[in-house]
């Protein structure tokens, strides 16, 4: 039974009761550090007020804003709390953005003291912010530093000036300023979304209804900590008394198998990067063997839909007649001993690389495409996919396990309204309609600092936040994206095509690793795809087909009248296959890339999302080509 947390004001509150509650229980785990950490729920504690002494000592005041710079890490939830703890403000971003990036949200935050990473962040940073009201430097690492005219202190320093110093309590409201996390800015100049204590303390209430954790059961953390997403899914996570593990891409797989999860938190690349790893096993069997794996998912497959029918929750067949539901049940009644066998024989292997424990697994921050969820729900991982925005702190919409409605975004968490307008006149519209997603609940922001006007733009005159995402209501109030309002397509036809779908559906390609839809105002939709190299080989050995896939001939490579033919095959198959197909769905021009999609060159967020405006302006001379040739 977790403590009752319904009187909490302030997010500093949480860590008194899970000292209390959860003592000595391990409260954070850091494998991959040198020497590797494990701190306790008391020890939490002490050191998130220790860091918040040491700042109080240095004539830090509530409200001051203080930007951290950092990543994952034990000591990162330390500062955060600590600055939250001392009555400051903190401004989050990743050390490895851009340094002009990072300097601009320390000015515009009208931050006085940078919590940084390391001493190498300091010094990319130390030229863009001369001239800048820099107080206060903090390292989290042990290294020391000297800046002339600025006051510098390493984590293990400002901790023993904390516990010498002693804590001076600050009290704090629900409707205090607890961060500012600034937008990706995939567009445009990023904007400082306002989070209060009080939109956290609503998160750790209400996800409770979707997953209900025992204390030391064990989540992994991947995804960046400053991140909305994660920030509250961790906070939530602690205040229920699980490990929180830290892990990286690099470590990713191994520490799912070594470590043994009982959750995760992730975005849809991360899910199909662990559906890819098995595919790949999978289909390396031979013989009876593949035969019979490729037989249990074939029946599986028929049994999820038809079990899905029975229970109401198909949504490509929302309204099912009493005869389909009695069909349906009827299949799924003797297709179940089937899927059990095939549990048995193949999926409990399956989840075994998976560590075995995985309780449930929660997707965000992105669509997370059919083929996947379908995967997942056969092996027998519990998947959830929420919704939100940073904008919401972020989530809105969960699904349950009672009710988990595949292809949706599930219901609203308690307290929140959820409405679909028409993108023109705003007006509500019915259920099943399709139009603007609208949201209004205790978890939206405050506004953007020091942007009124995006803020009114945002949020209208009765509190309802514009997400600029489409999508329909279910009749049981569940919601169902269907793309962005700013990302859709209009062909020169005037036909509005949502490019996240049919991307969705290509990506179910072994050969397709990534995927972006263009052609506004064109005659027809092309792709930039990126491509699987190590699945191509495989083809082309398989085809016996002399092709070189080194780095230096890989774009000639691609260029190749067999690879295109194959690629060209596997578009016209894929988008054909999609329920709802009709024919200006069809990719009619497409250009293979050979370098990826990602973080480091600027074209993926930090939660692996595409940056579709960044993509394009660099590609735009390739898509033009693509276009002008079609034409």
């Not at 860590?15 to 590797?36: C, F, G, M, Q, V």
């Not at 991307?503 to 027809?524: F, T």
Request: negative net charge; charged residues 20%; aromatic residues 8%.
């Amino acid at each position: 039974m977790s403590p009752d947390y319904s009187t909490l004001q302030s997010l500093s509150e949480l860590w008194r009761e899970t000292a209390s509650s959860y003592s000595d229980n391990i409260a954070l785990d850091d494998p991959h550090s040198k020497p590797p950490i494990q701190i306790t729920y008391q020890q939490l504690q002490q050191n998130i007020e220790q860091f918040a002494a040491g700042l109080q000592a240095q004539g830090i005041k509530p409200n001051t804003k203080i930007s951290l710079f950092a990543e994952n890490s034990p000591r990162w939830l330390i500062a955060d709390q600590g600055i939250m703890m001392a009555g400051a403000v903190n401004v989050v971003r990743s050390s490895q953005a851009d340094p002009t990036e990072l300097a601009y949200i320390f000015t515009d935050s009208d931050s006085e003291v940078l919590v940084a990473q390391d001493r190498k962040t300091v010094e990319k940073l130390n030229e863009q912010l001369e001239q800048s009201a820099l107080k206060l430097i903090i390292l989290l690492s042990d290294e020391t530093i000297e800046l002339e005219g600025i006051k510098t202190f390493n984590f293990s320093q400002l901790l023993t000036i904390g516990q010498q110093q002693g804590l001076q309590p600050v009290s704090r409201q629900a409707d205090d300023l607890a961060t500012l996390i600034y937008t990706s800015g995939t567009t445009g100049k990023p904007k400082g979304v306002m989070l209060s204590h009080g939109n956290f303390l609503h998160q750790i209430r209400a996800i409770r209804d979707v997953i209900q954790p025992l204390p030391a059961n064990k989540a992994l953390s991947i995804l960046p900590s400053w991140h909305a997403y994660e920030r509250a899914v961790e906070y939530f996570l602690l205040s229920q008394g699980c490990r929180l593990t830290y892990t990286n891409l690099r470590s990713f797989k191994k520490d799912l198998k070594e470590q043994k999860p009982d959750y995760m938190v992730g975005v849809p690349r991360l899910w199909e990067s662990v559906y890819d790893g098995i595919q790949k096993q999978l289909q390396q069997q031979t013989g009876t063997k593949k035969k019979l794996i490729n037989f249990f998912f074939k029946t599986s497959y028929r049994y999820i839909y038809a079990k899905r029918v029975k229970d109401g929750l198909c949504l490509e067949n929302l309204h099912p007649s009493s005869m389909q539901v009695f069909w349906e049940g009827i299949q799924a009644f003797f297709l179940n001993p089937l899927h059990k066998l095939g549990d048995k024989i193949v999926y409990q292997t399956v989840r075994q690389g998976t560590g075995g424990n995985l309780k449930t697994v929660i997707s965000g921050g992105g669509s997370l495409a059919k083929h996947i969820d379908d995967f997942y729900e056969v092996i027998g991982i519990p998947l959830l996919v929420g919704y939100g925005l940073t904008e919401t702190s972020p989530v809105t919409h969960a699904r349950r396990f009672h009710h988990n409605l595949r292809g949706s975004s599930g219901q609203p968490l308690s307290e929140t309204e959820t409405k679909i307008v028409d993108p023109d006149s705003k007006q509500s519209l019915a259920v099943e309609e399709k139009g603007l997603v609208m949201i209004r609940g205790p978890q939206l922001m405050q506004g953007y600092y020091k942007k009124p006007e995006a803020t009114q733009k945002a949020i209208d005159e009765q509190g309802w936040f514009n997400t600029g995402d489409l999508g329909w209501i279910t009749p049981h109030q569940d919601l169902v994206l269907t793309g962005r309002a700013k990302d859709t397509i209009v062909l020169s036809n005037g036909e509005n095509i949502e490019p996240q779908p049919i991307e969705d559906a290509c990506l179910r390609s072994p050969y397709i690793d990534q995927m972006m839809l263009v052609g506004q105002d064109q005659r027809c939709l092309g792709a930039l795809i990126v491509p699987n190299v190590e699945a191509l080989q495989n083809w082309a050995q398989q085809n016996n087909l002399n092709l070189d896939f080194s780095e230096s001939a890989l774009e000639q490579t691609l260029q190749t009248s067999q690879v295109q033919q194959l690629f060209r095959e596997e578009l016209n198959r894929e988008v054909k296959d999609r329920p709802g197909y009709r024919p200006d769905d069809r990719i009619g021009v497409f250009r293979l890339i050979a370098e990826p999609f990602s973080v480091e060159n600027g074209m993926m967020t930090q939660t692996l999302k595409i940056k579709r405006a960044v993509v394009t302006e660099r590609y735009q001379d390739m898509i033009n080509e693509m276009f002008v040739k079609k034409s």
